[in-house]
């Protein structure tokens, strides 16, 4: 079975980075899309951005664009989602997700001065 786990969240000051990654297993990342989402409490999971099966982003969301960036280690294994510039409306739970509606536990970020 497909698995996805998230790890790197943590608190950050606004304008500072992160980097989250997801790490798969149960099947082989190198034919999938693996993408980011976010979700703020009380409100819908929201998509942030997705990466291809070769590493470059595909589609990005306007509240990241320039900010965020997706890629994969070279085994194919691992996910990264690379934050920049990071701001309080940041502040989420983020999933890495596969079609097949396959989704991470989640990671949360906090951005906070």
């Known amino acids: 079975q497909p698995r996805l786990v998230e790890s790197g969240g943590g608190l950050v000051q606004p304008g500072g980075s992160l980097r989250l990654s997801c790490e798969t297993s149960?099947?082989?990342?190198?034919?999938?899309?693996i993408n980011w989402y976010r979700q703020i409490p009380g409100k819908e999971r929201e998509f942030v951005l997705s990466?291809?099966?070769?590493?470059?982003?595909?589609n990005v969301a306007n509240s990241v664009k320039g900010r965020f960036t997706g890629s994969r280690r070279d085994d194919w294994n691992t996910v990264y989602l690379q934050m920049n510039n990071l701001k309080p409306d940041d502040t989420a739970v983020y999933y890495c997700n596969r079609v097949g509606n396959y989704w991470g536990p989640g990671t949360q970020v906090t951005v906070s001065s």
């Open positions: 990466v291809s099966r070769s590493g470059p982003d595909l």
């Open positions: 149960g099947f082989t990342p190198k034919l999938y899309t």
